[in-house]
């Protein structure tokens, strides 16, 4: 197993990715939780603009407790560039599951968002209020997202949401938005809404 470790290591060196790739698989054959050899066929598949095929390796890094903080990160860039928010919002689960790592939160909520699954929106918002009452800053990335593609009508099912809960900055700021746009139209919302780091009031004079 260490001669095909090291074989797929001067692969990656010489930027073989796709031999890469089948030298660790060899290891991975044998071995199916051997981290290095997962850990290095994801950074092979991402090479490849394979997200999906690295996150499921890299995955399996998140199942041991050899694992970094370099790997969490190469998880959430790895979701980041899938097109599939299902599967997205079904492997950022597992990592966040496997981990506890709060920064899984984000990419989970966006998937969610992306999916227009509100009902798993409600239920994530109550967990976030268990965990560490950080839904503000989760449905701004909600938010921010349904405004740039100007979709009001998701907008108003996210707000239903949030009306059904306890209240928050992210509802506050969700019924002004639809209020501005309900009152003065699509071409006012520019004027109201700007990309922020942290959740702000929308003004409707």
Do not use: H
């Not at 991975?28 to 997200?51: C, F, M, Q, T």
């Not at 999916?115 to 209020?129: A, H, S, T, W």
Request: proline share 2%; hydrophobic share 40%.
């Amino acid at each position: 197993m260490q001669e095909q470790l090291a074989l797929g290591q001067k692969y990656l060196s010489e930027a073989d990715y796709k031999q890469a790739v089948v030298a660790f698989s060899k290891v991975i054959e044998v071995e199916e939780k051997n981290v290095e050899a997962n850990r290095l066929i994801a950074g092979a598949y991402s090479a490849l603009d394979k997200p999906e095929e690295a996150a499921y390796a890299m995955l399996q890094v998140l199942f041991q407790w050899e694992r970094t903080r370099e790997d969490v990160e190469a998880m959430k860039e790895y979701l980041l560039r899938m097109g599939d928010y299902q599967q997205v919002s079904v492997l950022a689960q597992m990592a966040y599951a496997q981990t506890g790592d709060e920064d899984f939160l984000p990419v989970l909520f966006a998937a969610k968002g992306r999916q227009k699954d509100f009902d798993g929106i409600g239920r994530l918002i109550e967990d976030v209020e268990i965990v560490n009452g950080m839904k503000d800053k989760y449905m701004e990335i909600l938010i921010q997202d349904y405004y740039d593609n100007q979709d009001m009508d998701s907008m108003k099912e996210l707000a239903k949401v949030l009306e059904e809960k306890e209240s928050c900055e992210g509802m506050t700021l969700a019924l002004n938005l639809l209020a501005v746009y309900e009152e003065r139209g699509r071409r006012a919302l520019p004027a109201c809404w700007k990309p922020t780091t942290g959740m702000r009031r929308i003004s409707r004079s």
